[in-house]
């Protein structure tokens, strides 16, 4: 069988071309299968790949009492949260719309909650206490004060970390950068001490972890290292002060490979833990980590159908039917996806633009590409879409967005079926 990105041990896809004339496949299952029965466009998953990745970070830290925190935002479809709860994972959600994701496809999940974010309702954090979630990540002084009236209200303890901002600099997209003190995310950490101290007085908040996350699509062990060091100090700091923490929590962010390229990611994921385990010789507690990406990004892919191949002067464009609603990361942060022909055909590459039919100049999928040839009517994966692909889709044009089907082993099952106008028009009133 030949991988996408061949010599290497791991694969880091789980799409294939099984030989020469046929057709790129998720695990056994034809993609161009796929397409004719539930259409284009179409988000394909490989539950597998999802599963061996988390199983990367479960292996990797199975040398202490560590929880893996999906990052529920990457990708939330049900199925796939059904799938990692049942493997053992806990998850970091955003907002009070996760944790009812997370309560209706894995209810037993809910004591492995972590609950991030800069702005938290008191009703999201009524419904999160009343669930009986792990931990609340705590970005601001007011948020602490909200949480303590709240705890107080449905007299139950909250526990909580401080989401602390390390001043650690990760190179990544600055869109998605978030360690700095200059970032609206955490509370800077010099801060931390006074507000434990501060919390340890009341009864109804429980100091239970230290949280922090750097940033997203980093390819670097060192700043979580970085970052982790300095956690690591006010851990150090607090127990002197009296205050034992039985958790840190190391957020999400470490980064793929989005090009063509060799990328192991058990090495990845090794070299990121240790890292952190270096960081955090000595605490003795739990450590919690929340990867999005890494678990579900290169596990999917958008599959969509070619419209046009269109010439505008010296440009060759090939117009899809998916659009930046569907998968907006090149529009968005000028993101590469690598994108292929679900059938090869003989001939050259082309240098063309890969589009969608919104009406915006910004609706591209690759610019000045170098594309295998493609003709209308053909079929193209646009890869590593499974993360941060569907869930950051929309209705813009009145687009219905597409299927997800999961495929397991041989078998590939719907897990959301495409939308329909009634779906899109029902809430309207007119
Ligand atoms: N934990 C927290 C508190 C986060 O804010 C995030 C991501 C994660 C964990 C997961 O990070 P990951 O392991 O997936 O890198 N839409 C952007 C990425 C936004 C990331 C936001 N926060 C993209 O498509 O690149």
Not at 4 to 13: A, I
Not at 119 to 135: Q, R, S, V, Y
Not at 401 to 429: C, H, N, Q, S, Y
Request: net charge positive.
């Amino acid at each position: 069988m030949r991988s996408l990105t061949p010599s290497q041990s791991s694969s880091p896809r789980p799409f294939h071309y099984l030989e020469a004339g046929a057709a790129l496949r998720c695990g056994k299952v034809s993609l161009e299968l796929l397409a004719r029965r539930y259409g284009t466009p179409l988000y394909v998953y490989s539950a597998d790949q999802i599963a061996e990745r988390l199983g990367l970070f479960q292996a990797a830290l199975a040398g202490r009492d560590a929880l893996v925190c999906y990052a529920v935002k990457a990708n939330s479809a049900l199925a796939i949260l059904k799938l990692l709860a049942g493997r053992g994972a806990g998850f970091d959600i955003v907002s009070g719309g996760e944790l009812e994701r997370v309560l209706a496809a894995a209810p037993e999940a809910a004591g492995r909650v972590v609950y991030s974010g800069v702005g938290k309702t008191a009703a999201e954090i009524d419904l999160a206490l009343t669930a009986g979630i792990l931990e609340f990540n705590v970005e601001s002084e007011a948020e602490l004060e909200l949480l303590e009236a709240r705890a107080k209200k449905l007299k139950r303890v909250a526990r909580f970390a401080l989401r602390v901002n390390p001043d650690v600099f990760a190179d990544t997209h600055p869109y998605i950068s978030t360690g700095l003190r200059e970032h609206k995310f955490g509370i800077d950490i010099r801060r931390a001490p006074a507000l434990y101290r501060k919390a340890s007085e009341s009864r109804w908040l429980e100091a239970h972890g230290v949280s922090v996350h750097i940033g997203s699509q980093i390819r670097s062990a060192e700043p979580f290292g970085a970052a982790m060091e300095r956690v690591a100090r006010l851990v150090r700091q607090l127990a002197r002060d009296g205050i034992a923490l039985k958790a840190v929590d190391a957020g999400g962010g470490l980064g793929i490979d989005y090009h063509a390229g060799k990328f192991d990611p058990a090495a990845k994921v090794a070299e990121y833990a240790a890292a952190l385990e270096t960081a955090l010789a000595g605490f003795e507690g739990r450590l919690l980590i929340e990867p999005g990406r890494f678990l579900v990004a290169q596990a999917g892919a958008l599959v969509a159908r070619v419209l046009q191949v269109k010439q505008n002067g010296k440009k060759t464009f090939v117009i899809t039917d998916a659009a930046m609603n569907d998968l907006i990361r090149p529009a968005l942060y000028q993101a590469h996806h690598e994108i292929v022909p679900v059938k090869r055909r003989a001939g050259r590459p082309r240098v063309v633009d890969v589009v969608g039919p919104v009406c915006e100049t910004g609706d591209f999928f690759a610019k000045d590409r170098k594309l295998a040839p493609v003709e209308p009517g053909d079929l193209v994966a646009l890869l590593d879409a499974g993360a941060y692909g569907m869930a950051q889709s929309s209705n813009y044009n009145t687009r219905l967005r597409p299927a997800e089907v999961l495929v397991e082993g041989g078998k590939a099952r719907l897990i959301r079926r495409r939308e329909t106008m009634a779906d899109l028009l029902g809430p309207e009133i007119f």
